[in-house]
């Protein structure tokens, strides 16, 4: 019995030391499967004819393709994104934000996908495509165009203490399991 006890102390204090241990900052560099590269920035050209005059626009966040598109200047917003590849690992298109060089080139147009503030437009792009009138909403040059990265449902950190706490309870019951055993047969 008392040999049970001390086994099961001692699958409590290795899985209790895991887990603080995963649980402190840890200052070093990580595994090298934690390593990622940085999202790469390029640039774009897109043009029908070789004397067509460009705009740039910067497209930063979840797309395929960030980075700053050299595109006609008659270029829609969903074209755009057509161009980048659409949304990268399912991003929300509900939000995507453009700060306008120009917003009162925006200012006049009524479209429910469409809210303004201060010059920064939000455009539901989901809605933009049921609804249609996506052509009026062209870009100028130098506008910024955000994609908002898809938030998870649950962090990483609580992740790992829900991976941690699983852990424990597994080497606690197979700990009480292989005492039941242990007595049955004895």
Request: proline share 5%; no cysteine; charged share 20%.
């Amino acid at each position: 019995m008392f040999k049970n006890i001390m086994k099961l102390f001692m699958v409590f204090l290795t899985a209790w030391s895991s887990i603080v241990s995963a649980a402190t900052p840890n200052t070093d560099l990580g595994s090298v499967g934690d390593i990622k590269t940085p999202q790469q920035a390029s640039e774009y050209i897109f043009r029908s004819s070789p004397k067509e005059s460009l705009i740039s626009v910067q497209l930063l966040g979840a797309v395929q393709k960030p980075g700053i598109y050299y595109v006609p200047a008659n270029t829609d917003l969903l074209k755009l994104l057509t161009l980048a590849g659409g949304s990268a690992n399912g991003s929300d298109m509900s939000d995507v934000m453009i700060r306008k060089s120009e917003p009162e080139k925006w200012a006049s147009i009524q479209n429910k996908a469409l809210d303004e503030h201060r010059g920064t437009y939000e455009v539901d792009v989901q809605e933009l495509i049921q609804q249609g009138g996506g052509n009026v909403l062209q870009m100028n040059h130098d506008d910024l165009v955000y994609v908002p990265p898809r938030e998870s449902m649950v962090s990483p950190e609580t992740s790992k203490t829900i991976t941690m706490v699983s852990v424990v309870m597994s080497i606690v019951l197979t700990g009480l399991l292989i005492g039941r055993y242990s007595k049955e047969k004895e």
